[in-house]
């Protein structure tokens, strides 16, 4: 029987397709447009351009007042005037490209000037574009429409890369030994890249990568994943497949694309005795061994179910050995080592809080087995 819910109801052939987010149509959504010029009739004429235009419009004479509102208001678009009083718009725009809050918000310098390096300058300071004064409305509001629409792709991928991120904080809320877990290795690993003079492309996919590393394992069954005694080698089997896991559900997000090998190779062993792809050596790729080794280590100074905390230098005592056994990169353990020892402000501020101090010191010789069954849950292996 058909009722109303099941009921296909004829389109009109001629009928607008429309894009919706959050149950609106994308074209009704008001997209928000700074005008900064210390011109005020310039800035009127923008204004009413744009406010027929259908958007929503906020207006700033300087530079100093441009970085506030942007900071404040986070537009969708800055159009920039290039020569005013004080801070200039070259210098607004280099400040906003450089503020991680405001680096993706397009900026269009407007600007009287038509030289050839004023316009490179312009570029060099981080502008998406540069638009001549005068200008023809329909140019104006062209250059406005293909930057909006570019700016609202962006805001997809951060939507997209912020579900990423809560459902890998849900697998952490799982467990209460794992408390800040993740937010631990993505600024040891970030600060440990830094050290090692890592790009700082690289940086940003570490501190990426210490968020969601362990993603994949959304596809474990939360009875192996919480299970406090020994995995058999069925359940062994499982979790050894959440890197891969991982993997593919982040490849999707093209800007996680230097996080990929990060995600699927963070449990492969210097020796290539790990998984999933047995690496071994310069093979495994720089960034895993860095977050390897922070992983290792925040595994062994905080209490899970089946270990107690080790204090920092008995974890590190037993990373030396596991170092001598060939698991871990020896260069990029030494300088993680020192960057301990030395007392780094994020290594000292991060140190895990549920350190059980009633429990005994109790240690484990590594084994030479790639992972002793008493020790499955172990992070090395």
């Not at 809320?173 to 003079?197: F, I, N, V, W």
Request: hydrophobic share 40%; glycine share 6%; aromatic share 4%.
């Amino acid at each position: 029987m058909e009722t109303v819910a099941s009921r296909r109801w004829p389109v009109a052939a001629n009928a607008p397709k429309l894009e919706f987010d959050h149950g609106r149509p994308v074209d009704s959504i008001q997209q928000t447009i700074l005008v900064v010029d210390d011109d005020a009739s310039v800035r009127s004429t923008v204004s009413a351009i744009l406010r027929r235009a259908g958007y929503e419009v906020a207006t700033e004479a300087d530079g100093d007042g441009a970085l506030d509102a942007a900071r404040r208001l986070r537009p969708d678009l800055v159009l920039l005037d290039i020569v005013m009083p004080g801070c200039d718009g070259l210098e607004v725009c280099r400040q906003l490209k450089a503020d991680v809050e405001t680096r993706l918000i397009p900026v269009v310098l407007l600007s009287g000037l038509s030289a050839l390096d004023d316009r490179v300058h312009g570029l060099d300071a981080g502008a998406d574009d540069l638009l001549s004064k005068p200008f023809e409305t329909v140019e104006l509001l062209a250059r406005v429409k293909s930057l909006l629409k570019l700016k609202r792709y962006t805001d997809d991928l951060e939507r997209a890369e912020s579900v990423l991120v809560t459902l890998a904080r849900s697998i952490e809320g799982k467990d209460p030994y794992t408390e800040g877990h993740c937010e631990r290795l993505s600024a040891l690993a970030t600060e440990l890249g830094r050290r090692l003079r890592l790009p700082e492309e690289d940086l940003t996919s570490l501190d990426r990568a210490g968020i969601v590393h362990d993603i994949g394992k959304l596809a474990v069954p939360d009875t192996i994943l919480l299970k406090e005694g020994p995995l058999t080698p069925e359940e062994w089997t499982i979790i050894r497949k959440h890197p891969a896991m991982g993997e593919h559900i982040c490849t999707p997000i093209r800007s996680f694309h230097r996080v990929l090998p990060i995600i699927r190779h963070h449990h492969e062993k210097f020796d290539g005795s790990g998984y999933p792809d047995g690496l071994k050596g310069i093979e495994v790729p720089l960034t895993a061994r860095v977050l390897q080794v922070v992983d290792v280590y925040d595994a062994l100074t905080t209490k899970r179910t089946y270990k107690p905390a080790f204090p920092p230098l008995d974890a590190l005592e037993t990373m030396d050995a596991e170092v001598k056994m060939g698991w871990w990169d020896p260069d990029v353990y030494a300088e993680f080592r020192r960057m301990i020892l030395d007392g780094d402000k994020a290594a000292l501020v991060l140190r895990p809080r549920n350190q059980d101090r009633d429990d005994p010191r109790r240690r484990w010789s590594p084994s030479p087995r790639p992972c002793p069954p008493e020790k499955a849950n172990h992070a090395a292996c």
